[in-house]
């Protein structure tokens, strides 16, 4: 027997529909000339544990609210102190039955007292407007039941004109958890309800515009635009640097200069009605898939995107404009053009940001059903059930009404991880008879019936190779197949930017720019959705999920983005800056040239300055500027370098060249680099080791060797010079496992990182087979290996000694069958921790690792210990810098020791915690510094892969267990 209520005995805030009392969708505009008045500030709040759990009475104007706590809206109220955020990535935080929700539904009673400001207009209509609540909201005006809605990050007005009055005005809305929307609105974040965007009252003037449509685009043939506005109230359109002046539906062509995210030329115009006049921005384009290939203005663009969630550490999904704009001039000044909105629509001032300053915009609808994957079939899923066909719809409408008139967008996205389902169709049809300007975006409906283009994610590179020969396997539907190949490939997420990650973008750029319908895409994501907490004792740091008490969680999957949650830059945001800049630089300087080329897709290159500067072993000798032609989008010229400088220079010699804007912009400032390149005219040579000059000698248990001190038993060097060490230097190959190596929880197969820890990896041990003294050297023989197992390393030291220097030869000899890469090769020794002044000539200046290095820049740097850390949000390997040279370590009065390369280069990694510790720490409070820096001297590094769920990284940045040999010389220096 079924139990189940009719639905229509559900509480409205179980009912499938969108709502009810509110008005159209409508354009989005930030300003007119009609009145308009912020509800924003603090509000009366009181919180309850169900959806029924307190009555009504609060709405009334004589309720008193004594006793209530304060909340600022927009925010969340589990961000100020009621309750608390929870995160997960697909599984629905409660039992799935659509479209029932628990009792337990967290319920905020919020309460707003305003007046009307004096010059308050009479007349016309009133519209109260609400930019973002989650997840359902019902509303009253001074006692009046306006209605109710849903669609968290979607507008929804009111018209209240004749409830108004002069003085004291009772705002009261009742915000739930949970709704049968809940079951939509399944995106990978956390879950932060309240009234979270702006609260505006509108004054609606009699003949104001209840909506118009800007329709601007561009023919790259004839170089004209055509404008026309359609407005459902008569007027008229004026942009006065055309000279148009035009009645509303009436079309005009004239010669413009077209918008781009690279030059976002925008006209200010205005649409005036009898009632009201609305300034607009407009930006002439035409976009679309053109022969296989998605283009703006005529030209194939390339997405050098990312994924954008709205987040702030301090306010959630609560953002100003100061934030947005912040958030955009860093994308700019990273090279990156393009911005998906996942998985929902962004505040809509976001993208009048994105119209001025430029960026292609994916606008994505507020819909994601993502937990049902869960089932088989997807069981239940919304989006193939009829019944919620009509909540679809609307959603899809008022992502398309809001933002229609936004240059910026070029594509709208139906949503994210929702399988397929005939509402989805149904949502792309509406589309495309609303707006047949922009292209249509769905990824996970493998038909792609619905899709202008071919989305996927995390696809590995070989894949998306064959996919750019268009030799990818056929579709059984042989119409459905030629139809697939006919779309243009857009990577809608792909390296996952989580913790030290991702490895490969530069193979997969390489793999864009290769390729015609590889149309680029969107980097998983943003920015790390850490929340700030503090230890008992005081000290910050920042949760993630399962930090805040829930149940169920995905742990710090909510930490994986391209900026740190005080919007620092990433390595990631570094390292994909270089991979995507936008102008080319190559070439032979034995030649005395290169060859620059433009990658812009609109661009020509006179907005840039170029520089050289000639480096000899790290340092600049001799700069100026260099001349390069404008150069058209895709155009390359042979560029003459200078005579490079004269006089006594001998080591490695580098030029540099660079890229830099060469006036101001709104983005960035004259000076920013956008693009470099670094080029040897002189190859390293690797220093000869000097010949032994010193026998090993025995002293009272000890062996000295030259400037060096060993422990005569097991080998082990003690003392350099004056400085003892805190463990002399053995092989060492564990690392932190980071996100990557730790794997996905739903792999079926084992992660690379577990498969480590089942090999022993993590707890090797060290035996000594012999210690062995002869007129000119030490050599130490030993086995390191863990227990359990048939596996090992034969690792040989040889030490000799120059007149100052200690010489090491280290000769490393797999036994066994070993079934998996390592995470390093190399030296660890530990350092008195006052010995934390760190410098090096290699790369720098920040981490890289081998699949993660291209900007990684040659040169001589200097930090503290402590500054060569990078302080993921959850604790892992971090801080190799890449082709060292030498590094040397000093503590405050100059006194250390330097490590010098005498085969190519090493790995260099310096810390005040063990690979164990730093292994085992869950958040940066975790890592309390010892008595110790310790050392990491690696002849190679495992990469880093692109995402947890990979086969790791390619094969060429895999450390595969062979016989190896490297050599060192290590250096005491001393005082200053």
Same mark, same amino acid.
């Given at each position: 027997?079924?139990?189940?209520?009719?639905d229509?005995?559900?509480?409205y805030?179980?009912?499938r529909?969108?709502?009810?009392?509110t008005l159209?969708?409508?354009?989005?505009y930030?300003?007119?000339?009609?009145?308009r008045?912020?509800?924003?500030?603090?509000w009366a709040?009181r919180?309850s544990?169900?959806a029924?759990?307190a009555?009504?009475?609060?709405v009334?104007?004589?309720?008193?609210p004594?006793?209530?706590?304060?909340?600022?809206?927009?925010g969340?109220?589990?961000?100020?102190?009621?309750?608390?955020?929870?995160y997960?990535n697909?599984?629905?935080?409660?039992?799935?039955?659509?479209?029932?929700?628990?009792?337990?539904?967290?319920?905020?009673?919020?309460?707003h007292?305003?007046?009307?400001?004096?010059d308050?207009?009479?007349?016309?209509?009133s519209?109260?407007r609400f930019?973002?609540? &989650?997840?359902?909201?019902?509303?009253?005006l001074?006692?009046?039941?306006?209605?109710w809605?849903?669609?968290?990050?979607?507008?929804?007005?009111?018209?209240?004109?004749a409830?108004?009055?002069r003085?004291g005005?009772v705002?009261?809305?009742r915000v739930?958890?949970?709704?049968?929307?809940s079951?939509?609105?399944?995106?990978?974040m956390?879950?932060?309800?309240g009234?979270?965007?702006?609260v505006?009252l509108?004054?609606?003037?009699v003949g104001?515009p209840a909506d118009f449509?800007?329709?601007?685009?561009?023919d790259?043939?004839?170089?004209?635009?055509?404008?026309?506005?359609?407005c459902?109230?008569?007027?008229?359109?004026?942009?006065?640097?055309?000279?148009l002046?035009?009645?509303?539906g009436?079309?005009a062509g004239?010669?413009?200069?077209?918008?781009?995210?690279e030059?976002p030329?925008? #006209?200010d115009g205005?649409l005036?009605t009898?009632g009201e006049?609305?300034?607009?921005?407009?930006?002439?384009?035409?976009v679309?898939?053109?022969?296989?290939?998605f283009r703006?203005?005529?030209?194939?663009?390339?997405f050098?995107?990312v994924?954008?969630?709205?987040?702030?550490?301090?306010?959630?999904?609560?953002?100003d404009?100061e934030?947005?704009?912040?958030?955009?001039l860093?994308?700019k000044?990273h090279?990156?053009?393009?911005?998906r909105?996942?998985?929902?629509?962004?505040?809509?001032?976001?993208?009048?940001l994105?119209?001025?300053?430029?960026?292609?915009?994916?606008?994505?609808?507020?819909?994601e059903?993502?937990?049902f994957?869960?089932?088989?079939g997807?069981?239940g899923?919304?989006v193939?059930?009829k019944?919620?066909t009509?909540?679809?719809l609307d959603r899809?409408?008022?992502l398309v009404?809001?933002d229609?008139n936004?240059?910026?967008?070029?594509?709208?996205?139906?949503g $994210?991880?929702c399988s397929a389902?005939?509402?989805?169709?149904?949502?792309?049809?509406?589309?495309r008879?609303?707006?047949h300007s922009?292209a249509?975006?769905y990824?996970?409906?493998?038909?792609y019936r619905?899709?202008d283009?071919?989305?996927?994610?995390?696809?590995?590179h070989?894949?998306?190779?064959?996919?750019?020969?268009?030799?990818?396997?056929?579709?059984d539907d042989?119409?459905?197949?030629?139809?697939?190949?006919s779309?243009?490939?857009?990577?809608?997420?792909y390296a996952?930017?989580?913790?030290?990650?991702?490895?490969g973008?530069?193979d997969y750029q390489?793999?864009?720019e290769?390729?015609e319908?590889?149309?680029g895409?969107f980097?998983?994501?943003?920015?790390?959705?850490?929340?700030?907490r503090?230890?008992?004792?005081?000290r910050p740091?920042y949760g993630?999920?399962?930090d805040?008490g829930e149940e169920?969680?995905?742990? $710090?999957?909510?930490c994986d983005?391209?900026?740190?949650p005080?919007?620092?830059p990433s390595?990631?945001?570094?390292?994909y800056?270089k991979?995507?800049?936008?102008?080319?630089?190559t070439g032979?300087?034995t030649?005395? &040239?290169?060859t620059?080329?433009?990658?812009h897709d609109?661009?020509?290159t006179?907005?840039?300055a170029?520089t050289?500067?000639y480096?000899? &072993?790290?340092e600049a000798v001799?700069?100026?500027?260099?001349?390069?032609?404008?150069?058209?989008?895709?155009?390359s010229?042979?560029?003459?370098?200078?005579a490079?400088?004269?006089?006594?220079l001998v080591?490695?010699?580098v030029?540099?060249?660079a890229a830099?804007l060469?006036?101001?912009?709104?983005w960035?400032?004259?000076?920013?680099e956008?693009a470099w390149?670094?080029?040897?005219?002189v190859?390293?040579?690797?220093?000869?080791?000097?010949?032994?000059?010193a026998?090993?000698?025995?002293?009272?248990?000890?062996l000295?060797?030259g400037?060096a001190?060993f422990?005569?038993?097991?080998?082990?060097?003690?003392?350099l010079?004056?400085?003892?060490?805190?463990q002399?230097?053995?092989?060492?190959?564990w690392?932190a496992?980071?996100?990557?190596?730790?794997?996905a929880?739903?792999?079926?197969?084992?992660?690379?990182?577990?498969?480590?820890?089942?090999i022993?990896?993590?707890?090797?041990?060290?035996?000594?087979?012999?210690?062995d003294?002869?007129?000119?050297?030490?050599?130490?023989?030993?086995?390191v290996a863990?227990a359990a197992t048939?596996?090992?390393?034969?690792?040989?030291?040889r030490?000799?000694?120059?007149?100052?220097?200690?010489l090491?030869?280290?000769?490393v000899?797999?036994?066994?069958e070993?079934?998996?890469?390592l995470?390093?090769?190399g030296?660890?020794?530990?350092?008195?921790?006052e #010995?934390?002044?760190?410098?090096?000539?290699?790369g720098?200046p920040?981490?890289? #690792?081998?699949?993660?290095c291209?900007?990684?820049?040659?040169?001589?740097?200097?930090m503290?210990?402590?500054d060569?850390?990078?302080?993921?949000v959850r604790?892992?390997e971090?801080?190799?810098r890449?082709d060292v040279r030498?590094?040397?370590l000093?503590?405050?009065?100059?006194?250390?020791?330097?490590?010098?390369?005498?085969?190519?280069?090493?790995w260099?990694?310096?810390?005040?915690w063990?690979s164990h510790q730093?292994?085992?720490?869950?958040h940066?409070?975790?890592?309390v510094?010892?008595?110790t820096?310790?050392?990491?001297?690696d002849?190679a590094?495992?990469g880093?892969?692109s995402?947890?769920?990979?086969d790791g990284p390619?094969p060429?940045y895999q450390l595969?267990?062979?016989?190896?040999e490297?050599?060192?010389a290590?250096?005491?220096?001393?005082?200053?």
């Amino acid at each position: 027997m079924d139990f189940r209520f009719a639905d229509d005995r559900l509480p409205y805030y179980e009912d499938r529909s969108p709502g009810s009392g509110t008005l159209p969708a409508r354009a989005w505009y930030a300003r007119s000339d009609a009145a308009r008045l912020s509800l924003n500030g603090s509000w009366a709040f009181r919180l309850s544990d169900t959806a029924e759990g307190a009555d009504t009475r609060f709405v009334a104007d004589d309720a008193d609210p004594a006793g209530w706590d304060r909340v600022t809206v927009p925010g969340h109220w589990v961000l100020q102190g009621h309750g608390a955020p929870a995160y997960t990535n697909s599984d629905y935080p409660f039992p799935v039955d659509p479209p029932r929700v628990p009792t337990e539904n967290p319920t905020g009673d919020h309460r707003h007292v305003f007046d009307l400001p004096d010059d308050w207009p009479g007349g016309g209509e009133s519209v109260l407007r609400f930019d973002g609540v &989650e997840s359902c909201a019902r509303v009253w005006l001074n006692g009046r039941e306006l209605g109710w809605f849903t669609g968290s990050r979607l507008p929804h007005e009111f018209a209240v004109g004749a409830l108004l009055r002069r003085r004291g005005n009772v705002l009261a809305v009742r915000v739930h958890q949970w709704s049968a929307a809940s079951y939509l609105e399944d995106q990978d974040m956390w879950w932060l309800p309240g009234i979270f965007r702006d609260v505006t009252l509108l004054h609606r003037p009699v003949g104001s515009p209840a909506d118009f449509f800007v329709h601007a685009a561009y023919d790259h043939t004839t170089g004209r635009g055509s404008l026309r506005v359609d407005c459902d109230v008569p007027g008229r359109v004026t942009v006065p640097e055309l000279g148009l002046d035009l009645g509303t539906g009436e079309e005009a062509g004239v010669v413009v200069e077209p918008w781009s995210a690279e030059v976002p030329r925008l #006209y200010d115009g205005e649409l005036a009605t009898s009632g009201e006049r609305v300034p607009l921005r407009i930006g002439f384009r035409t976009v679309g898939v053109v022969d296989g290939v998605f283009r703006a203005n005529g030209r194939r663009i390339l997405f050098r995107g990312v994924n954008r969630h709205e987040f702030h550490p301090e306010t959630g999904r609560t953002l100003d404009l100061e934030t947005m704009r912040r958030d955009i001039l860093l994308m700019k000044r990273h090279n990156i053009n393009a911005v998906r909105t996942s998985h929902y629509p962004p505040h809509p001032a976001f993208l009048d940001l994105c119209d001025e300053l430029g960026l292609w915009v994916v606008d994505e609808c507020d819909l994601e059903t993502h937990g049902f994957c869960e089932f088989p079939g997807w069981r239940g899923n919304p989006v193939a059930d009829k019944r919620w066909t009509p909540a679809l719809l609307d959603r899809a409408r008022r992502l398309v009404e809001r933002d229609k008139n936004h240059p910026s967008v070029v594509v709208w996205s139906l949503g $994210n991880e929702c399988s397929a389902g005939q509402g989805l169709s149904e949502m792309a049809a509406w589309i495309r008879e609303r707006d047949h300007s922009r292209a249509v975006h769905y990824e996970n409906d493998p038909s792609y019936r619905d899709s202008d283009f071919y989305s996927r994610m995390y696809v590995p590179h070989h894949e998306v190779e064959a996919i750019g020969r268009r030799e990818e396997p056929p579709l059984d539907d042989p119409e459905l197949d030629a139809r697939r190949r006919s779309l243009p490939l857009l990577l809608v997420e792909y390296a996952h930017a989580m913790g030290n990650s991702p490895g490969g973008l530069a193979d997969y750029q390489h793999l864009f720019e290769t390729y015609e319908r590889c149309q680029g895409g969107f980097v998983w994501e943003w920015i790390d959705h850490g929340l700030p907490r503090r230890t008992p004792d005081g000290r910050p740091y920042y949760g993630y999920g399962g930090d805040f008490g829930e149940e169920l969680h995905a742990g $710090n999957f909510v930490c994986d983005g391209l900026l740190f949650p005080d919007r620092t830059p990433s390595p990631a945001l570094v390292e994909y800056k270089k991979v995507v800049e936008p102008v080319h630089i190559t070439g032979d300087t034995t030649a005395g &040239e290169i060859t620059v080329t433009n990658g812009h897709d609109f661009a020509d290159t006179s907005h840039l300055a170029f520089t050289w500067t000639y480096e000899v &072993e790290g340092e600049a000798v001799a700069s100026g500027p260099l001349t390069v032609p404008p150069l058209a989008p895709g155009a390359s010229a042979d560029v003459k370098l200078p005579a490079p400088p004269g006089g006594d220079l001998v080591g490695e010699a580098v030029w540099t060249i660079a890229a830099e804007l060469a006036a101001d912009t709104p983005w960035a400032p004259r000076g920013h680099e956008v693009a470099w390149a670094q080029l040897t005219d002189v190859p390293r040579r690797v220093p000869e080791p000097p010949a032994a000059r010193a026998a090993p000698r025995r002293e009272a248990g000890a062996l000295r060797l030259g400037p060096a001190v060993f422990d005569a038993a097991t080998g082990t060097l003690t003392a350099l010079g004056g400085l003892t060490l805190r463990q002399g230097p053995r092989l060492d190959v564990w690392r932190a496992t980071t996100d990557n190596d730790r794997g996905a929880p739903w792999l079926a197969e084992e992660p690379l990182g577990a498969t480590w820890r089942r090999i022993g990896l993590h707890r090797m041990r060290h035996r000594v087979d012999a210690v062995d003294a002869d007129e000119e050297s030490l050599t130490v023989r030993t086995r390191v290996a863990p227990a359990a197992t048939d596996l090992g390393l034969y690792a040989d030291y040889r030490w000799t000694a120059g007149d100052d220097e200690l010489l090491l030869e280290v000769s490393v000899t797999p036994d066994g069958e070993w079934p998996c890469p390592l995470p390093r090769l190399g030296l660890l020794l530990g350092l008195p921790a006052e #010995y934390d002044r760190a410098a090096w000539y290699g790369g720098g200046p920040g981490e890289a #690792y081998p699949d993660s290095c291209a900007a990684s820049r040659l040169g001589r740097y200097a930090m503290s210990v402590d500054d060569l850390q990078t302080p993921y949000v959850r604790p892992q390997e971090n801080g190799a810098r890449s082709d060292v040279r030498w590094a040397e370590l000093r503590d405050a009065g100059g006194e250390g020791v330097r490590v010098t390369a005498l085969t190519d280069s090493f790995w260099f990694t310096a810390r005040r915690w063990t690979s164990h510790q730093l292994d085992a720490a869950e958040h940066t409070t975790d890592l309390v510094p010892g008595d110790t820096v310790w050392v990491n001297v690696d002849d190679a590094q495992q990469g880093l892969g692109s995402e947890p769920w990979d086969d790791g990284p390619l094969p060429q940045y895999q450390l595969t267990v062979a016989p190896t040999e490297f050599r060192l010389a290590f250096t005491a220096l001393s005082r200053r």
